[in-house]
């Protein structure tokens, strides 16, 4: 939609406001600092210096003149490194009060103003060879995590707990000797840590971390500068730049890539923002009434498709990219942004490193104000070549409906789901002989290739796997919970989707029941990594499921042609909440001739009767896993116990 402008006459409407080449508000050299601020509708505009973060009187007071670009300028030529500075923007008679900016990379503490600093001064020593691990697409596996959740407890071994630099320590452990931080990630064998928002947010008083507050970070303020409470000095703007690399870079040498949670659909609040006090009402998207929309379900949503928008996230995009070595990126409420947008993000990570990831969730919290046709929505995936979304047809088919808990799927023997959960495993491509009229949530194939979809069954938002097979299935015991658990992940893990998973559940983490723990204490959302020891048999299960699908191309064959050519599922008679399929893994380059898999939601055993009567070596069998082999069978009669995953290679 176009919407009218309030603040200057002379723009029939937002798409009509000039677009400005450079977005960059500041540039530091020795010998004089240049700034730059967009704001086509002003009057006036000053610059503010300061010698304080956050606290302090101006020192000193610039004043910038206008372009035509719709930018205002000016340069001291003093040397300035160290200083703090804000805009300030007059429109329609008023100063809008004091800002950053849009586009900072350095702020002071809680990010209220910019800061003047050397950029290559936050390099730690190393930046400059470090590189990307080499992962193909299709052999990534996703690791969710939270800065707090991973590191927090004290039963962690972690030093810098709750920080970048936890995922730069070695050697840690817990109380029992096992393995914990980024020495744990390695052994478990997953290939890209994704790392929930680690911007500038605003929910945490960064002056105030002795007093245990948390929050996910969904709330932005500064785009382009890493937040300050996971540091080790929110007052220092170096330090969370340079931590931040530091962590970077231990990750890559430890072979593992980073990919960010980004959050370019709302900010933090109206009022307030970089945005509505640089140029009022631009960057969002208002509803015919003129009141702000709310697609993100958080007071606001941005408006991806103006021009100067549009601008802003590409080069955010990039920027991380190549300033921090960031290998992926995962949109969050990715279908409030138009389709464009997304590929024109695309097309700019590729133009620097194509196999960096772009995923994220095909759906808003409301309708966006755009046409559903328009936008990055998980039925317009195909129209998005190189980016995934999620998919909850199969987490919702095995775990049950995200807004139920108390609803079953698969899991719980709830009859109706296998349509859904087939759709998962061939990744959301169009398959023969699928119903999709049985699928949940959609009604027809949405992904062009498997990599489109990530395959998953839990992640920060609802309840975690334990706490959702509690609440689904009434007086589960322990024993069933981890036989349900390994089932799951199983599904996950040897779809031809990216599988991801959440941090913890290797280890049966649980967060005591809570559905949203977005502002939970660390009680709630940390790891204990004593059930590293406790729950080793979930551990090694996780890491030989991980370690079987790295082995076989079968699980990652990556193309939907060759999909549909040589996975075929099983007929499986009479038998009720069963699935069974095989897939010709010779011919997709495998390492073995034929892959047989079955997984079995009843809490019965069943006998199923193979196609071919031979020999087969059974890797997954009665919640236990080895790639290698666990035994040898003869014949065609497989039986595969109550509530679990059988895989043999033939």
């Known amino acids: 939609m176009l919407a009218s402008c309030s603040t200057n006459n002379s723009f029939k409407?937002?798409?009509?406001?000039?677009?400005?080449?450079?977005?960059?508000?500041?540039?530091?050299?020795?010998?004089?600092?240049?700034?730059?601020?967009?704001?086509?509708?002003?009057?006036?505009?000053v610059v503010m210096l300061f010698k304080d973060g956050h606290e302090d009187a101006a020192v000193q007071t610039l004043k910038m003149k206008p372009n035509n670009d719709g930018t205002w300028k000016v340069k001291s030529k003093e040397n300035l490194l160290g200083y703090f500075y804000a805009f300030n923007i007059k429109i329609a008679g008023k100063w809008q009060g004091e800002t950053e900016g849009i586009n900072a990379k350095a702020v002071g503490v809680n990010g209220k103003r910019a800061a003047i600093i050397d950029m290559t001064n936050t390099d730690p020593i190393g930046w400059e060879v470090d590189e990307r691990p080499n992962l193909p697409l299709g052999n990534t596996i996703i690791y969710e995590m939270h800065h707090r959740d991973f590191s927090i407890s004290p039963s962690s071994g972690i030093t810098n707990k709750g920080k970048y630099l936890a995922l730069t320590e070695h050697g840690t452990t817990n109380s029992e000797g096992a393995s914990t931080g980024i020495d744990h990630l390695v052994d478990l064998g997953i290939t890209h840590v994704q790392i929930l928002p680690s911007f500038d947010f605003g929910s945490i008083d960064e002056t105030t971390l002795n007093k245990n507050k948390y929050n996910w970070g969904y709330d932005p303020i500064n785009y382009n500068v890493p937040e300050g409470s996971y540091s080790t000095d929110p007052y220092d703007p170096e330090v969370r730049i340079r931590e931040f690399k530091e962590m970077v870079m231990n990750l890559h040498k430890s072979g593992i890539r980073v990919v960010l949670d980004v959050v370019y659909n709302h900010t933090f609040d109206i009022n307030h923002s970089p945005f509505n006090r640089t140029v009022p009402g631009y960057f969002y998207r208002e509803r015919k009434d003129s009141t702000y929309a709310n697609a993100s379900g958080c007071g606001n949503e941005t408006a991806s498709e103006r021009p100067m928008m549009r601008k802003f996230m590409i080069e955010s995009v990039k920027y991380w990219a190549t300033e921090y070595h960031i290998d992926g990126f995962r949109f969050d409420l990715m279908g409030i942004h138009d389709l464009q947008t997304m590929r024109d993000i695309r097309a700019a990570l590729d133009e620097i490193d194509p196999s960096i990831i772009m995923y994220g969730?095909?759906?808003?919290?409301?309708?966006?104000?755009?046409?559903?046709?328009?936008?990055?929505?998980?039925?317009?995936?195909?129209?998005?070549?190189?980016?995934?979304?999620f998919s909850d047809e199969l987490r919702d088919g095995l775990r049950g409906p995200f807004n139920d808990d108390h609803k079953g799927g698969f899991l719980a023997n709830v009859l109706g789901q296998v349509e859904s959960i087939k759709f998962g495993i061939?990744?959301?491509?169009?398959?023969?002989?699928l119903n999709y009229k049985l699928v949940n949530y959609t009604d027809t194939a949405w992904a062009a290739d498997p990599t489109q979809m990530i395959s998953y069954v839990s992640c920060h938002d609802d309840m975690c796997m334990v706490d959702r097979l509690k609440a689904s299935i009434p007086g589960i015991n322990e024993e069933k919970l981890i036989r349900l658990d390994k089932l799951a992940q199983t599904v996950v893990f040897t779809s031809q989707g990216i599988p991801f998973m959440l941090s913890g559940e290797e280890i049966l983490r649980t967060k005591q029941g809570v559905h949203n723990s977005y502002n939970s204490p660390d009680s709630i959302n940390q790891i204990d990594w004593n059930n590293k020891t406790r729950y080793k048999d979930v551990y090694e299960y996780y890491k030989g499921l991980i370690a079987l699908r790295k082995l076989?191309?079968?699980?990652?064959?990556?193309?939907?042609?060759?999909?549909?050519?040589?996975?075929?599922?099983?007929?499986?008679?009479?038998?009720?909440?069963?699935?069974a399929y095989r897939i010709d893994a010779a011919s997709v380059g495998d390492v073995s001739q034929e892959i047989t898999v079955i997984f079995n939601g009843n809490d019965k055993p069943i006998n199923f009767i193979l196609a071919a009567n031979s020999k087969y070596t059974v890797v997954c069998e009665n919640g236990k896993i080895n790639p290698k082999g666990l035994r040898i069978m003869k014949g065609s009669d497989a039986v595969v116990p109550a509530q679990s995953a059988w895989i043999a290679i033939r």
């Not at 079968?554 to 699935?579: C, K, T």
């Open 13 to 45: 409407s937002y798409m009509d406001y000039p677009v400005a080449q450079d977005l960059s508000e500041m540039s530091y050299t020795a010998d004089g600092t240049s700034f730059s601020v967009w704001a086509p509708t002003a009057e006036e505009a």
């Open 361 to 389: 969730e095909g759906w808003a919290a409301e309708a966006p104000q755009l046409p559903q046709d328009t936008l990055a929505m998980k039925a317009n995936v195909n129209k998005m070549a190189g980016i995934s979304v």
């Open 426 to 433: 061939v990744g959301g491509i169009e398959y023969p002989n």
């Open 552 to 579: 076989h191309a079968g699980f990652r064959i990556g193309s939907a042609e060759l999909i549909r050519q040589y996975l075929h599922f099983l007929p499986v008679g009479d038998l009720q909440n069963v699935i």
